[in-house]
């Protein structure tokens, strides 16, 4: 039989006696139902789920759950179908296993016998969904010949029938995954006009670099909006440098990310964004850009009557090139200088080198540590030096 195996699905098992009564246990609406057929039985309507399972113990013959289309059929009908499906490949089969070809041609005129029901023999439709049906054409009086039984749906079960999670593909969710899924949001105040506002804030992974917390504010009173990026993690154990060769337009598309500790350099035009200034950001190259070009035009020192003539113009010539960078008519280097090494330039040609792109990881300078607040700062054995100092 391991050639009908193949072709009618795994041996019928039919439900044993403790699924069916389940400790006393009040039995959840799913049902086998079984009966022994003559003739007569054949005309029966019968629901077929795509859940249920209908088999023919005698022949060992199996319709698996999921195979078929649920159907409004009969007995009959449910044979009919599995015979068709079987003759589907037949002559494919003659020509290249003829002997499997054979067995399934004998076990298929077994099937067309059925339907003479010269004997009688057993059908079961078994439906872990419970919305399985088959006629009962003595209703409302009992039928002597169907047995309907019920038993509890199992874990399994359920999870194929989507309706639990299967236990052993359970995970434990991590407290970072509920970051990562969640924005939190908490009550602050606007920067610039004090009003009570809402401030967002999520945990995003950088694809090839690492999670980032950015957080938004936006201002219902005034209009105002902010947003800020924060590392994170820690404070990385080297410094990074990033410089950037601008040689096409489409390099202002590029993400970045710049953390407040980041220095930011354009060495062509002499140019250099202290640490801390813009704060950190996570944006485009051509986004940054934008925002130091509005930074150098709406600064103070070069508004009013303060400022001098000769200023304006060196910060008119300034902006004038920027935005020279921004419509790709003059290529520079960018330079991202942070020592803490949480800063981020898109490689467009990752996992692969990119060649307009260098990366450079170096040791930290006593001051730099010292701007960062790593020199007295202390991680390890503290407790003990704290024991000492207070003996």
């Known amino acids: 039989m391991s050639a009908l195996g193949e072709a009618a699905g795994p041996l019928f098992r039919p439900p044993g006696p403790d699924a069916a009564a389940e400790e006393e246990e009040p039995p959840v609406e799913i049902e086998s139902l079984c009966m022994a057929c003559l003739r007569r039985d054949l005309n029966r309507e019968v629901v077929k789920t795509d859940s249920a399972t209908a088999s023919i113990p005698e022949l060992d013959f199996e319709i698996p759950a999921f195979s078929q289309k649920g159907a409004l059929t009969t007995v009959e009908g449910i044979i009919d179908r599995a015979i068709t499906g079987l003759e589907q490949d037949q002559p494919v089969r003659r020509e290249t296993d003829p002997s499997v070809a054979g067995q399934i041609e004998e076990f298929i005129s077994r099937l067309k016998r059925l339907k003479e029901a010269e004997e009688a023999f057993t059908f079961v439709l078994d439906d872990p969904s419970g919305n399985s049906f088959v006629e009962n054409p003595h209703a409302p009086q009992r039928d002597e010949g169907l047995v309907v039984t019920h038993y509890k749906r199992s874990a399994q079960q359920a999870a194929i029938l989507g309706i639990q999670e299967d236990e052993s593909e359970a995970k434990a969710v991590e407290p970072a995954d509920d970051l990562r899924n969640e924005v939190m949001q908490f009550n602050t105040n606007c920067p610039e006009c004090n009003a009570p506002a809402k401030t967002n804030m999520k945990l995003v992974h950088i694809p090839h670099f690492k999670e980032v917390i950015i957080m938004a504010t936006n201002c219902e009173a005034c209009g105002h909006r902010t947003n800020e990026v924060k590392s994170g993690g820690a404070i990385e154990p080297l410094g990074t440098k ?150």
Do not use: W
């Open 242 to 391: 990033i410089t950037l060769q601008v040689t096409d337009p489409s390099d202002m598309t590029r993400d970045l990310l710049k953390s407040e500790t980041c220095r930011v350099e354009i060495p062509e035009l002499e140019f250099e964004l202290g640490m801390g200034a813009l704060g950190g950001k996570f944006t485009t190259l051509e986004g940054l850009l934008k925002d130091i070009q509005t930074l150098v035009e709406k600064n103070p020192f070069t508004l009013g009557d303060s400022c001098t003539p000769r200023r304006a113009e060196k910060l008119s010539a300034f902006s004038g090139k920027l935005q020279q960078i921004l419509d790709g008519q003059l290529r520079v280097h960018f330079v991202m200088d942070d020592p803490a090494g949480n800063s981020y330039l898109q490689n467009v040609y990752a996992p692969e080198e990119d060649p307009e792109l260098h990366v450079e990881h170096y040791e930290r300078s006593f001051e730099q540590n010292e701007e960062l607040g790593l020199n007295d700062m202390k991680t390890e054995d503290y407790e003990t030096e704290n024991a000492t100092s207070e003996q």
